[in-house]
């Protein structure tokens, strides 16, 4: 081979090298929530710093110990005793702050029999979620609209992924309790319901009103039976 030839091939190897690259850095990831852009052991989070950035500045390693790597807040079941019948306990960023940056955190999910934890979305993560006790009915849709649903018991393991609308659902006659982990320091979670009927300016009455083709009467219902004390 000739030297124009082989000069001409480092070239364009170097060039698809770099878009390789470039589409692994942006392809689904976010430098501030990816262990792999981390150039020193642990960045844990300033929860009181006045700094905003898309995540958590980092806190001197000098005021660093170990309770910023600890969490003891999923030992115990929450109380249900609610409209809902059910008790989310994050372990996130804001619990543990060590865990800035590294891509992870948990939830505890406590269920009374009938509790449901209604149609929501994690905006920014991928949720695996292992039963503890108990059985739940889960599910998610898909953008097309189609569901996949399962009913899952002690020590079973369900998959919903990252943005899609999804729900756990106790129709046991006992208590439930699952663990749930997320590929996100700081999943976010948007009820569906409240997202329309509770959102603060208020979505406007005859919008939601066309959307769902319903009266407004009805939507001043929907919004009253939504309402914490109810």
Known sequence: MNKAFIFFISIFLTIAAAILIILLRFHGH?????????????CVADLNSGIKVDGFTCKSSSEVDETDFFFSGLAAPASTANTMGTA???ADVRQIPGLNTLSISMSRYDFAPGGVNPPHVHPRATEILFVVDGELLVGFLTTSNKLFTKIISKGEIFVFPRGLLHF???????????IAAF?????GMQPAAAALFEAAPAVPENVLAAAFRMESELVEKIKAGLAPNN
Do not use: E, I, M
């Open 30 to 42: 976010h430098p501030v929530d990816d262990l792999h852009y981390q150039s020193q052991d642990f």
């Open 88 to 90: 989310a306990t994050p």
């Open 168 to 178: 756990h659902f106790n129709n046991g006659s006992s208590a439930a309790a699952a």
């Open 183 to 187: 590929d996100s320091q700081l999943p």
